[in-house]
């Protein structure tokens, strides 16, 4: 399929596996059987995507990295690859060490993280510079970590609308961060939690404050629209009240 030459900032890495160090024909098996992969694994990748997406990171015209591991190719070594099922898909191989599955749960996460990152660093056509940075932020704050989905600024107020990334079965928690500028206050609320983590995004586009109220409408499209179903929207946050208690 002809992709398109517009750069697009990635926003989802998953793992997959293949006991060969080339791709072709079929494509390869979430990584489950060849590799032992632990169940933080999918998280910190959905996790580094979206940070990645938020930052401007991109590694071309695909805005999903599929990383594949095998135990054909040395820890560290990163393969490119042209093979892909769809215009959205960038494949790149990454080799582990047959001892792996062996390996404690937390080391195999740092291991996992580390080639997460040499991949997108190896592929990366914008936001190179901004890797080291995340990749310290992934590591010290872990399932804490936030993606901020916006921003805004007025005479009074300071906002970020930001949302966690967990572990699944763990919904997504959305948060509003709110500074009062004259008196340097920071207060924040949850105001939504979401079975998905992705589909937190459909429930935050334009922020409004009127009469003191912060009013934050829902993105408009076919998904957004499905995804709103299960929420009282716009979301709203009293900001005179909050400060008042």
Known sequence: KERSKRLKPLRDIRYFESTDSVLCAAMPSYASKII?????????????????????????????LYVCFT??????????????????HKFILCGLERDFNDRPSAEKLQAVCSATFSAI???????????????????????ALRVTLRKKETKKYKIKIEQTVPVHPSPSQVFAWIEDLAT???????????RFHDDAPSLVDRLA????????????SFRADLVA???????RVDLRGLFAT
């Open 184 to 194: 340097s206050r920071v207060l924040e609320v949850q105001i939504a939690e979401v």
């Open 36 to 64: 032992d992969l632990p169940k933080e694994a999918v998280a910190l990748g959905q996790r580094i995507g979206r940070k990645c997406e938020e930052l401007g990171v991109s590694v071309g015209t695909a805005d999903h």
């Open 121 to 143: 660093a190896d592929l990366a056509e914008v936001g190179a510079d901004r890797l080291v940075l995340l990749r310290e932020e992934v590591n010290a704050k872990g399932i």
């Open 229 to 235: 179903r299960d929420y009282d929207l716009p979301l």
């Open 71 to 88: 135990p054909s190719l040395q820890e560290g070594t990163l393969s490119r690859t042209d093979y892909a099922v769809e215009p959205w």
């Open 209 to 220: 404050i009127v009469d003191d109220i912060l009013v934050i409408h829902p993105r408009k």
